[in-house]
C-alpha cells in the first residue's frame, strides 16, 4: 500500500511545474551549478598557426584577428539550473557563513569551525588532532548533518568508549571556502537527514578563465605539520575540474599519541554536446594514530587505522534554457575502522547506490524530485549484516527578494524498519538590516548496522593487567523520532548585528549510548552500549557581530542548553552555558602594500563532568594570532592557550599548557 501511494505522489508530483507555471508568470533569476559556469574562450584548437614569414608585429596583429572571429563563432553551453546551489543563495544566509571567523583564527580541522558560535560544544582529547567531536545545543549522539561540496556525508569509525559522534577530523578541509553553520530543520533541503543542525562546506569557484590555486602549510610544536594544497579551473563549454589533498601528522604532546592522514578528492564535469554531461566525483581518505585512553592514569594507547573511500558518477540532461535538469547515477562506499593492542577489532562496511532526480524552475518556485536506492555492508570480525534502503524526497522552495518559505517532504522505506518518514518547512526574510527565519521538521531515523549489531567484546583498558571495559551493540533498538524547531533573528547588517537563535524539540527514542557498571563471575567493568531514550531540549544563543571600517571586527556570544535525557539522571559532557569572544585589528601600510593583523580570542566552557571526572569545563582558554599578508599570500602565527595552562576536556587527558606553530597560505597563478 505504501508503494502505491509513493508511485501516485509522485505521478502529481511530476505535473506540478505546469500547474505553477500556469498560476504563477513572475519570473526569477536562475541560480546554475556553480560547478559548470563556462568561461571566457581558452581553446584555440580551430585557429591555424601563424605562418613563420610573418613579422612579430603582423603575427600579433594576425592572431587577435582570426581569435575575435573564434570567439564570435563559438557557441558557449549554458549552464543547467542546479536546486542545491538555489537553496544556497536563498536560504544559506550570509549571516551563517563562518569563513571570515575561520580566516581570522586558526583551525586544525573542520571541528574549529564550530569555535566561534557557543551554540556547538567542541570537545579534544589533546593540542594535536586525535579526535574532535561536536554537539549541537549540547546534544549527544549523532544529531549533526555533514553536507562537504554538494554531498551528503558521514565517516564511520569505532572507538574506545564510544558515544554516537563523528571525529570531524575526519573530514577533508582542503576545498572549503563558503561554510555555513545551519541550526534547525533547513539542512533538510540541503540533503540531510537530521532536523537538529547541519554543516554545509563549499569550495571557491574559479572566476572568469582564472583558476583557484592555492597552498597551505603549518609547522609546529610536538612533530606538528599540515599541507593543503588545491587546482580549480572552468573551461570553455562547460568542463570544470577541482582536485585537492591535505595531508597532516603529529607525534603528539606524550609517546603514543601520533597521528598521521592524508586526503584526496576530485570534483569534474565533462559536458556532452549542448544539454548532457557526466559528472564524477570521489574522495579517498586514510589515517593511522592512536587513541590515548585516560592516559593520567595508566590508561592504554590503542593502535588504529581508518580509511574512507567515496565515489559518485551521474549523468545528467539539461532541459530547454537551463530551467532545469535530469541526473541519473551510481554511488559508492567503503568504510573500515581497525584496532589493534590491547584492544583488537576490525569493521568494514561497503555500500553501493544508484539514484534519479530532477530539478527545475518555474516561474518563482524551484523544484527537486529524487529518488536513492541503496545497499550496505558491514563486515565485523564474527559476521556479515546487510540491509537495504530506499528514499524519496520532494522539496520545494519559493524565491524572491520577500519572504521565502520551503517545503520538504519525504521518507525512507527500509527493509527492517519499514517506512520512516520526514518533513520539514522553512520561512525565511533576509533585509539588509534584520533577518528572521523559522522552521520545524520531524524525522524518523533508524539506528545503524553498528548500532544494533556491534559484537560484544571485552579487553583491559583503563590498565594493563585488569579486564575493566566492555562494548556491545543493541539489536532491540528501534528508530529515533526527532520533532525540532528553530527561530532566529537578527538585527542589522551582515557586518553589525545583534540576534538571537532558540532551538528546540523533542527526540522520541533517541538513540544514545549508555555507560554503567556491569559485573561478571570474573569481576566488574564499564560497559558501553546504545539505548533507546527520549530527550527533551532547548538552547538559548545571543551573539553580535561588530566591525568599524576595516581597523576592528569583534565577535562574541553566549548560549545557554536545557536538555533532559530520560534515561540518564547526570550526562556525561554536557555544559549548561558556553561563552566565546574573539577581536581581530587590521592595519594596512599602503606604501608597502602590506597588511597586518593581531586577533585574539576567549573560549568559555561552563561546568560538566566525564564519566569519572567530576569537576570539568570552568575554565578561561585564551588563542592569539599574528598575521602578514601581501596580495595573495599570508603568513600567520598562532598561539594556543596563551596562559599556559594545565586543564581537562575529557576524563584524565590533560591538556599540557601552550601549543605555537606557524604558517603560511599561498594562493598562486590566480
Known sequence: MIRLLIAFFIIVLLSLPTLVSAADSTEVEVVVDSAQLATPNDSLDSIEPTVDSLTDSSAVASFNERYEEYKKRHVERTPSFSFFDTVVAYFASERSNVHEARSRASFHDVGDYFRSDPSYFTLDHQETPMRKTVQPFGLAGDRLNLVVNRQATHPFEHVIEPDGLIDLNDLPSSFDHDIYLLPGPVGRLLGGRQMVATLVTLPEEPSGDNPVTSISADKGDYVFSWVRGRYSRRFSRGRSMNLALGYRKADGPVSGRADDSYHYIGDMFFPIGGRHGIKAQGRLYSRDGWQDVRSDIGGQAIPRDRFDRHATVSVERSLNEGSGRWLLGYKHLRQGSF????????????????????????????????????????????????????????????????????????????????????????????????????????????????????????????????????????????????????????????QNAVGLDVTGGMIENGIDWQQIQDADSIGSFTRFSPINGDVEFVSATVHQRLKYRDLATLTSGGSYHYVDYAEFEDRAYLPEYQAFAGMELHHYLQKQRIHLFAYGE?????????????????????????????????????????????????????????????????????
Not at 561552563?606 to 578561561?620: A, F, K
Request: aromatic share 16%.
Open 339 to 494: 584496532s589493534e593492542g590491547a584492544y583488537l577489532s576490525r569493521y568494514n562496511q561497503t555500500g553501493n547506490g544508484g539514484f534519479m532526480a530532477r530539478e527545475w524552475l518555474s516561474g518563482r518556485t524551484a523544484f527537486n524530485l529524487r529518488l536513492d536506492g541503496d545497499y550496505l555492508e558491514y563486515e565485523n570480525y564474527q559476521d556479515l549484516w546487510s540491509k537495504t534502503w530506499a528514499d524519496f524526497t520532494f522539496d520545494m522552495i519559493r524565491l524572491g527578494d520577500g519572504v521565502r518559505y520551503g517545503l520538504s517532504i519525504g521518507g525512507r522505506y527500509d527493509d527492517d524498519f519499514s517506512f520512516l518518514p520526514n518533513a520539514a518547512a522553512v520561512i525565511h526574510k533576509d533585509a539588509s538590516g534584520w533577518f528572521v527565519s523559522l522552521s520545524v521538521g520531524y524525522a524518523e531515523r533508524e539506528p545503524s548496522l553498528s548500532e544494533l549489531f556491534l559484537p560484544e567484546q571485552q579487553a583491559a583498558v583503563y590498565n594493563e593487567s585488569t579486564r575493566d571495559y566492555a562494548n556491545v551493540g543493541n539489536r532491540e533498538l528501534e528508530p529515533e523520532k526527532q520533532l525540532i524547531g528553530n527561530i532566529r533573528a537578527e538585527y542589522g547588517s551582515v
Open 602 to 670: 576567549v573560549i568559555y566552557v561552563g561546568p560538566y563532568h566525564g564519566y569519572v571526572v567530576q569537576n570539568l569545563g570552568e575554565e578561561l582558554i585564551v588563542n592569539a594570532k599574528f598575521s602578514v599578508g601581501l596580495t595573495n599570500f599570508r603568513f600567520h602565527l598562532v598561539f594556543q592557550n596563551m596562559l599556559n595552562q594545565a586543564y581537562l576536556q575529557r576524563d584524565h587527558m590533560t591538556f599540557r599548557g601552550s601549543f605555537f606553530y606557524y604558517g603560511l597560505v599561498w594562493n598562486f597563478d590566480d
